[in-house]
């Protein structure tokens, strides 16, 4: 006997659909079915519609929502599969079957959901047929396991939903992804084009826009744990983007045509983070129609976005605000003592030799910084970021990276130095985040604490305080890196290295790691994020970009002034300083087998579920092989640090004493560059550079052939816990 079938329909004010669903309900192929109307207090005559066609109506005396209307029409059902069903929504005539076929299939399935078709149910306006075909196609490239739900058509069987328990009725806007995550716990998750069904959208902008923004208001404020969308995160930053791109408009009238460098990247980036929604609509419905698609389309992102960011900076004031003061408090202070350490040592505050000594030491802080903000300035100009050099440092990173430093070309060195620092140490903050959750802290409120003891524990290491003294990049590009691999859903993963290696070529690196651990989809993602910087370099910069791609790339002598000792803690700079004279390609060969054995021991550690360590080691590797690696640029030091004090709390004995020593190794650096700076010994760079970048390298040997032998004897034992759900 077929299982009874009970479709609950929330109905809320939908007279003017509720006949055109109910007959798609009852023109179903598959039998025995029961319709239950959950009239949510409508004020329309949609509850004596529902109840002249025959179906259950069980009336809410006030407005409570779409999950009060679905947990009550649950109460109230008799059936082994519960489908929920939107009002406004016409199911096709197997959807029911579909659905019934997948749960008796698949006893592990927890939900099946469907998809909407490509057109509106009764309008066939412009903005109809744009929402038509967008959620068609942010609905269909989900098909398969999803972390969500689509509660407009999903089945579940009942038992199921009495053991998750019911929706959410404080949500009014988040209840289904809520539910989904919720669900997705125990079961899994599907979508299938089996199930399908037409919307009734939206017919004008003056209704779809303010529903859209209130709608992403309430989401943003009452977010919680699983409440995301499946599968959003390209599109949140697509609107994030474009909610920049729109604030940064007034630039040109401010700074002249070159303000317009910075909407027009952001716009153009906010398209490729959603390229697959205009390449689909245009495949189906031609160029014309595209455009027309693509213009609206923007509205909403905007309106979505700017919703979004209102709602979230409620929720931050009304919830939290004390945290995020908490988190920012660091940040702040750092960059107001390093802003004033600065202004002291170049001579503001003082006008003795001393002084002066100090200020021509310190002459080249910040020095990444300033170039940087010189080859921005270089860029609003209309001309070239590699026709300059600061103290004899040339700017080295890609055209991209250029156009992201455009903006602080329009401020002065001091405010730049301030708000960048401060912004380091926020990354550095979302470093030590994602690791502790890596290494086993899933709790929240332990989590924040220790991440404020580990940004304090990581400041005085020798790598942060100079990326910090320096201004450089190192921090955001490790953020980049481990959020891609341990935060981003993998439908996106690979974009964010993409991304950093635009800025900085060394993240590549993960590019033959990701092959060699068979995630073939990230790394093909991230060698296209990355073509797409180059080309976005090329669309708006093309004679830099010639000049950046077509050879001075793979100069690693433009890194320093002429005549400069080629310091550095990779294999290139230990062969340049301790075997001068030697075989020049001999590095290179060198670098190719250290390479090929950093990864492999990286790949290993991956298959045996060591992640963390597994992308330390990669990240490792790439700084031992990379032409050109400072001190500062070992910021992996951190996550190592961290894998470290994870041992000491599951109690391995020795880990303490390695933690101190390696602790000690990177901050060994700090009390000699001060003595150096400061002139308490007549010393060179050399005598205190090269040793502490020998030991660099030295140390990042010993870690792989570390790893190595750990991975050799533990078996089957684990270095770390499993990582919390969600992330990874």
């Known amino acids: 006997m077929e299982p009874l079938v009970s479709v609950i329909v929330p109905c809320y004010n939908r007279s003017e659909t509720i006949e055109l669903c109910l007959r798609s309900v009852i023109g179903q192929t598959y039998a025995p079915v029961e319709i239950i109307v959950v009239d949510d207090c409508s004020t329309d005559d949609s509850g004596v519609i529902a109840e002249s066609m025959g179906a259950t109506v069980l009336r809410l005396p006030i407005n409570q929502g779409p999950s009060a209307a679905r947990n009550l029409g649950a109460d109230h059902a008799r059936g082994d599969i519960l489908f929920f069903l939107d009002a406004d929504v016409a199911l096709e005539p197997g959807s029911v079957a579909a659905a019934v076929a997948a749960l008796r299939s698949s006893p592990g399935l927890g939900a099946i959901c469907g998809v909407l078709r490509?057109?509106?149910?009764?309008?066939?306006?412009?903005?109809?047929?744009?929402?038509a075909l967008q959620m068609y196609h942010w609905w269909l490239v989900q098909e398969g396991p999803i972390t969500g739900l689509h509660t407009a058509l999903c089945a579940m069987r009942?038992?199921?939903?009495?053991?998750?328990?019911?929706?959410?009725?404080?949500?009014?806007?988040?209840?289904?992804?809520?539910?989904?995550?919720?669900?997705?716990?125990?079961y899994e998750v599907r979508s299938t084009a089996a199930i399908a069904g037409v919307h009734d959208h939206d017919s004008t902008l003056r209704v779809l826009l303010p529903k859209v923004f209130q709608r992403a208001y309430t989401s943003a404020f009452e977010w919680r744990a699983g409440g995301g969308p499946s599968g959003s995160l390209a599109r949140v930053l697509a609107g994030g983007l474009i909610l920049a791109a729109a604030s940064s408009l007034p630039l040109p009238l401010l700074t002249g045509a070159a303000g317009a460098v910075v909407p027009a990247v952001l716009l153009a980036a906010a398209v490729v983070f959603d390229s697959g929604t205009y390449r689909r609509v245009v495949a189906s419905r031609g160029l014309g129609f595209g455009l027309r698609f693509a213009a609206v389309h923007?509205?909403?992102?905007?309106?979505?976005?700017?919703?979004?960011?209102?709602?979230?900076?409620?929720?931050?004031?009304?919830?939290?605000?004390?945290?995020?003061?908490?988190?920012?408090?660091?940040?702040?202070?750092?960059?107001?003592?390093?802003?004033?350490?600065?202004?002291?040592?170049?001579?503001?505050?003082?006008?003795?030799?001393?002084?002066?000594?100090?200020?021509?030491?310190?002459?080249?802080f910040p020095g990444d910084l300033s170039i940087y903000r010189e080859a921005g300035a270089r860029v609003l100009a209309g001309g070239s970021p590699y026709d300059f050099a600061h103290s004899g440092y040339p700017f080295v990173y890609p055209p991209f990276a250029a156009l992201l430093m455009a903006p602080l070309g329009w401020l002065g060195l001091d405010t730049v130095y301030w708000f960048w620092t401060a912004m380091s140490v926020l990354c550095l903050q979302g470093v030590v985040w994602l690791t502790l959750d890596r290494v086993g802290v899933h709790e929240p409120a332990r989590r924040r604490k220790l991440v404020l003891a580990g940004t304090l524990a990581a400041l005085p290491l020798s790598p942060v305080i100079g990326t910090l003294l320096l201004?450089?990049?190192?921090?955001?590009?490790?953020?980049?890196?481990?959020a891609d691999l341990l935060w981003t859903p993998r439908r996106y993963r690979g974009v964010l290295i993409g991304i950093a290696a635009g800025i900085k070529l060394t993240p590549l690196i993960f590019v033959p790691y990701l092959l060699l651990t068979g995630r073939i989809r990230a790394a093909v993602i991230a060698s296209l994020s990355f073509l797409g910087t180059v080309g976005l370099g090329f669309l708006l910069l093309p004679a830099p970009s010639l000049s950046f791609w077509g050879g001075a790339f793979?100069?690693?002598?433009?890194?320093?002034?002429?005549?400069?000792?080629?310091?550095?803690?990779?294999?290139?700079?230990?062969?340049?300083?301790?075997?001068?004279?030697?075989?020049?390609p001999g590095w290179i060969v060198a670098s190719v087998a250290v390479a090929a054995m950093g990864l492999a021991v990286a790949v290993w550690a991956s298959r045996r579920g060591e992640e963390l360590l597994a992308i330390v080691l990669c990240g490792v590797t790439g700084l031992?092989?990379?032409?050109?690696?400072?001190?500062?640029h070992w910021i992996w030091c951190v996550p190592v640090l961290a894998l470290v004090a994870a041992l000491v709390r599951r109690g391995w004995r020795p880990a303490r004493a390695l933690f101190a020593a390696l602790w000690l190794v990177f901050a060994i650096p700090l009390p000699w560059w001060t003595v150096w700076v400061l002139g308490w010994v007549d010393m060179s760079p050399r005598d205190w550079v090269l040793p502490t970048e020998l030991l660099y390298l030295v140390m990042g040997a010993a870690l792989l052939v570390l790893a190595t032998a750990w991975l050799r004897r533990a078996g089957s034992a684990r270095l770390l816990p499993e990582a919390s759900k969600g992330v990874g």
């Open 298 to 364: 923007l509205l909403y992102q905007l309106t979505t976005a700017t919703g979004g960011a209102i709602g979230t900076a409620r929720r931050l004031v009304a919830r939290g605000a004390w945290r995020v003061a908490a988190m920012l408090l660091p940040a702040a202070i750092t960059a107001t003592v390093l802003l004033l350490v600065l202004t002291w040592a170049r001579g503001d505050l003082a006008d003795t030799q001393a002084v002066a000594d100090v200020q021509q030491r310190f002459a080249g």
């Open 624 to 632: 031992l092989v990379s032409p050109v690696t400072w001190y500062t």
């Open 471 to 482: 201004g450089n990049v190192n921090v955001l590009l490790v953020l980049l890196v481990l």
């Open 554 to 584: 793979v100069d690693s002598d433009r890194t320093r002034p002429p005549g400069e000792e080629a310091y550095g803690s990779s294999v290139r700079g230990v062969w340049v300083n301790v075997l001068p004279g030697s075989w020049e």
């Open 118 to 131: 490509p057109e509106s149910l009764r309008s066939r306006t412009l903005v109809a047929q744009y929402r």
């Open 158 to 186: 009942a038992d199921v939903f009495r053991e998750i328990g019911p929706f959410d009725p404080a949500l009014r806007h988040t209840e289904a992804p809520e539910y989904g995550w919720r669900l997705s716990q125990r």
